[in-house]
T-cell receptor, first 111, second 113 residues
Framework: EDQVTQSPEALRLQEGESSSLNCSYT??????LFWYRQDPGKGPEFLFT???AGEEKEKERLKATLTKKESFLHITAPKPEDSATYLC????????????FGTGTRLLVSP | DAGVIQSPRHEVTEMGQEVTLRCKPI?????LFWYRQTMMRGLELLIY????????DSGMPEDRFSAKMPNASFSTLKIQPSEPRDSAVYFC???????????FGQGTRLTVV
């Protein structure tokens, strides 16, 4: 069974304090790994897709990396507006377009 | 494009009543998903359509849940009869099959009392 585990569950940072979020996965053939951001009361917002080990994607203060077993979302010099829940999802190579989500990391950045 | 549009945004109903949630996917997308989100279980896929055809409904919890996609621009998720444990936020998402990434609506917060 495909599984996604995110850690930590919650993370509190000071503004400017860089850190990383982890997404570990077990999947029968990875077709893609996705990162989403979710603000309270809103739907998940797509951030990145990673397709193969060694791939990296960047957007503003966020950088996502992928290995064969896990993905990291690095946040450099975060700002309060980066506060949100960050969700990771895997797309297994089953032929079905089914995303399996982790339970997310709640990030709070204090000024 | 306005993105994925869901209605209603909030729904409060009494146990035993029928509830219908609605979704308009992004124009041109050929895959549509219904997810349910709770604090305990996170985001769970309920059903997935490709080109208006249900492909995987293994996540639908019980026969009380049903989903339809009569055309490429509209889908419904129906719960009949509703129960308090159905209370959750229900999201609709759409995508292009080849790309994988799904774009979500704002969700419907369902409360069954």
């Amino acid at each position: 069974e495909d599984q996604v585990t995110q850690s930590p569950e919650a993370l509190r940072l000071q503004e400017g304090e860089s850190s990383s979020l982890n997404c570990s996965y077990t999947v029968s053939g990875l077709r893609g790994l996705f990162w989403y951001r979710q603000d309270p009361g809103k739907g998940p917002e797509f951030l990145f897709t990673l397709y193969s080990a060694g791939e990296e994607k960047e957007k503003e203060r966020l950088k996502a990396t992928l290995t064969k077993k896990e993905s990291f979302l690095h946040i450099t010099a975060p700002k309060p507006e980066d506060s949100a829940t960050y969700l990771c999802a895997v797309w297994a190579n089953t032929g079905f377009q089914k995303l399996v989500f982790g339970t997310g990391t709640r990030l709070l950045v204090s000024p | 494009d306005a993105g994925v549009i869901q209605s209603p945004r909030h729904e409060v109903t009494e146990m035993g009543q029928e509830v219908t949630l609605r979704c308009k996917p992004i124009s041109g997308h050929n895959s549509l998903f219904w997810y349910r989100q709770t604090m305990m279980r996170g985001l769970e896929l309920l059903i997935y359509f490709n080109n208006n055809v249900p492909i995987d409904d293994s996540g639908m919890p019980e026969d009380r849940f049903s989903a339809k996609m009569p055309n490429a621009s509209f889908s419904t998720l129906k719960i009949q009869p509703s129960e308090p444990r159905d209370s959750a936020v229900y999201f609709c998402a759409s995508s292009l099959f080849r790309d994988g990434e799904a774009f979500f609506g704002q969700g419907t917060r369902l409360t069954v009392v």
